[in-house]
Nanobody, 123 residues
Framework: QVHLVESGGGSVQTGGSLGLSCVVS????????MAWFRQAPGKEREGVAA????????WYGDAARGRFSVAFDHSKKTAYLQLRRLTPDDTAIYYC????????????????WGQGTQVTVSS
């Protein structure tokens, strides 16, 4: 397992943008993918995006596709999630995760989690 710390959350208005970061501490040996999940009040946690640490190949959930961008910087051991064209439906706590999943947007497949960062979008 690795230690993950997210940052970059905040409050924006509809249509705005935010950039989230997730710094990894520890060995990357068993980290093939980094992923972002989110959980809104009263809802289940859902997969937002995943990125392969080896080559930055990216996968997106339905809510993120076309609006969000995920990336990983090996030199900084940091994963990024750029959020664009935000709406109130994007309001949630955003978590980063690390592991060797087979199902990239399934939370059960990840064994390291950050503490989460709040994103609030107002209308």
């Amino acid at each position: 397992q690795v230690h993950l710390v997210e940052s970059g959350g905040g409050s924006v208005q509809t249509g705005g943008s935010l950039g989230l970061s997730c710094v990894v501490s520890g060995s990357m040996y068993n980290v093939a993918f980094m992923a972002w999940f989110r959980q809104a009040p009263g809802k289940e946690r859902e997969g937002v995006a995943a990125v392969a640490t080896a080559d930055n190949s990216a996968w997106y959930g339905d809510a993120a596709r076309g609006r969000f961008s995920v990336a990983f910087d090996h030199s900084k051991k940091t994963a990024y999630l750029q959020l664009r064209r935000l709406t109130p439906d994007d309001t949630a706590i955003y978590y980063c995760a690390a592991g060797q999943p087979t199902r990239l947007l399934s939370q059960d497949e990840y064994n390291s989690w950050g503490q989460g960062t709040q994103v609030t979008v107002s209308s």
